[in-house]
């Protein structure tokens, strides 16, 4: 039996208290002792501990973190940001394998144990760069669980072939299919959604399709992605990214966040403002899982992003206008463990605003330390220094790789 004995923590700012671990999930919490060395454990020292931090939109195979900062040069709007990618991702300095490594270092080693990223699946790149996202993984597998999503961000129906290299991207490993604005991109909603369900249940994965779609437009794709997951009996097995249409104020947006409660899809984003401000209040007492990322990285589509997840969470608090310590804990919960109920479905979801998950009996043992008096303080002040507990035991990962250097003030180092 691997055990682990944390004395001395305060969850989410609370009493300080033991919790026991054992074979990797949270075996008991009492009354501290203050002393590690009874089951020769960690002390925390009376600081704050935290659900591990949750990256649940990422896309690993374009970031460019630690490398030289380069001018943003990309035309305007979605397809002329996919377009620069395309023209410059191969002039990135480094291999997509040793950038998403990189980046992977850096957001374990601020906390992040759960990640879920996009890799690109396209006729240009072909599976090179799944191949890079897989072999970082691999690199990584002892101190983080990462979900793949083979993701066609230049549509799937434009270019000839992109079909068969999604099946493909399946078949090497990739966890989940994606999808991406079937009217906006493919100008083709039924054949696009009907190409990203037929490979989920050939290989019998799960769905993650962005959907930046707004108003209207939006509300109508995301009710053709309800009428699959009903009529396919996919409760519980899908995920739309960004869902801009939820911020859009329309009348339809009860409905649609009652629907998506019914089917179990789950909802990730980026903490993004001027009109993708998400209605996380309304999806939390709906029961909707909903998670956050960092998307891309200082990458060819935008400068922002730093492998720091508390910082998107300060981010999240930011965009959404959030002030009280429950709102400000709310943004954090979503980049905690509302992100990990995101990738495991057996995990309850964030009900409400003060609700502090990740401490009872039987939850995964998935945690990170941070010098902080309060959540809020947390989400403020983003300490430098952590600890990360992942399947139980203390991780710990090199950050320092040749070509690379992290960057932000509180960065780890």
Request: hydrophobic share 45%; charged share 20%; glycine share 12%.
């Amino acid at each position: 039996m691997n055990s682990l004995r944390i004395a001395n923590v305060r969850p989410w700012g609370g009493e300080a208290v033991d919790i026991v671990i054992e074979n990797g999930v949270v075996a008991a919490v009492s009354e501290t002792t203050a002393d590690a060395s009874l089951a020769g454990g960690l002390d925390g020292g009376g600081q704050l501990i935290l659900p591990a931090l949750s990256d649940v939109h990422l896309h690993l195979d374009s970031s460019c973190l630690g490398l030289p900062f380069r001018a943003y040069t990309g035309e305007p709007g979605r397809w002329g940001r996919i377009m620069n990618d395309r023209k410059h991702w191969r002039t990135a300095d480094r291999p997509v394998a040793e950038r998403a490594a990189f980046t992977l270092a850096v957001a374990i080693a601020n906390g992040a144990t759960r990640i879920r990223t996009h890799a690109q699946v396209d006729a240009d790149s072909g599976l090179e760069k799944m191949e890079g996202v897989l072999a970082a993984r691999e690199h990584y597998a002892d101190a983080a669980d990462v979900q793949i999503v083979a993701f066609p961000q230049v549509g799937i129906l434009l270019e000839p072939g992109v079909v068969d290299l999604l099946d493909a991207a399946l078949r090497a490993g990739a966890d989940l299919i994606g999808g991406i604005d079937p009217c906006e991109i493919d100008r083709d909603p039924v054949r696009h959604l009907d190409a990203v369900f037929m490979l989920a249940e050939r290989h019998q994965v799960e769905v993650d399709i962005h959907l930046h779609e707004a108003g209207e437009l939006g509300l109508f794709t995301l009710s053709l992605i309800l009428e699959r997951v009903e009529a396919l009996s996919m409760q519980g097995r899908v995920t739309i990214s960004h869902a801009r249409c939820l911020a859009s104020g329309l009348p339809g947006v009860p409905a649609a966040i009652a629907r998506l409660a019914a089917a179990g899809v789950a909802i990730t984003h980026a903490a993004g403002g001027r009109g993708w401000e998400l209605p996380l209040a309304e999806l939390a007492a709906a029961g909707v899982r909903v998670g956050v990322g960092m998307d891309g990285q200082r990458d060819f589509w935008s400068p922002y992003g730093n492998g720091d997840m508390l910082d998107r969470a300060w981010q999240l608090a930011f965009v959404q206008g959030f002030a009280a310590d429950p709102e400000i804990e709310h943004a954090l919960g979503v980049a905690t463990w509302g992100g990990a109920s995101v990738l495991d479905r057996g995990l309850r979801p964030l009900e409400r605003f003060g609700s502090h998950p990740g401490f009872a009996p039987g939850d995964p043992a998935e945690f990170v330390l941070v010098d902080a008096v309060s959540p809020t303080a947390a989400v403020m002040d983003r300490p430098a220094e952590r600890t990360v507990v992942h399947h139980g035991r203390v991780v710990t990962v090199d950050t320092a790789l040749p070509g690379f250097e992290i960057p932000g003030r509180w960065a780890v180092r």
